[in-house]
Structures are given as C-alpha cells and as structure tokens.
C-alpha cells in the first residue's frame, strides 16, 4: 500500500487529521493507493447523493462515524443500513443512492478501483458535484 504523501520514514496515517482537513460533502480524497490497482478514498456525507452505478467496478462501503443509508430497488434487496464499523460492498453495475440518517453528517472510507468516480453514471442535474477525486 502506498500513501499519497511522500516521506522519508514509515510513518501511519492519521484518518481523523486527514477528515479535519477538508469540509465539502460528497467530494472524496484519495488518501491511499493499492498495487497501482485499487484506492483508498475518504469522503464526508450529509443528506441525499445522487442515484447511479458503477457499470465497470465494485464499491466497498466502510462507516466511520454517523449512519449511511445505501438505497437499492427492491429487486436488488432493498436498502442497506450502515453505522459505525460496518462495511458493505456495492456489486459492479447495481443502481445505489447514498445517503446519511436524518441529514446527519457521515464519514466513510471507499475503496475502489482506481479512477472510479463518485457520481458513476448518475445523469441529469448533478448541481455541485464534482465527477472527480481530489488529492489530500
């Protein structure tokens, strides 16, 4: 696993200092790559995301802090309830909505294959989003 930080030494990463850094929702940051293949993303959540999918890769869900709600058509098994310390893993090509317990603020680790972004192929307004991922 490599860091996005250069350093001269073996140092951990601090995941609470790196969610201090940044305070926009839905705007994941790259906090790690792994074998050049897959990233680690950190991101903070609040209210509803948009509906979309990821038609060429996997999403794994893990729940930092708050309460994520993964939305899915009943067809797909219905909604998924995430707290703190669970993770759920979102198959490749399954229609999903984000979203936070009652508005609350949420944070989230991701994983997923690199170059993936948030917004999937979400279509129509996407107002303030961004269709990227972001540096720490």
Known sequence: MTSTTTSTKNQPIDIAAKLSSFSEYYSPRRLAS???????????????????????????????????????????????????????LVKRGVKHMPETKDGQEAHIMLIEKMGVVNTGDAEGNLEGLKNEVKEF
């Open 34 to 88: 792994i074998d050049g293949s897959h990233d680690i993303k950190l991101a903070k959540l609040k209210g509803p995301f948009v509906w979309h999918s990821h038609p060429d890769a996997d999403e794994l869900f893990y729940v930092l802090s708050g309460t994520l709600i993964i939305h899915f058509a009943e067809e797909d098994g219905g909604d998924v309830e995430l707290n703190p310390g669970q993770m759920f």
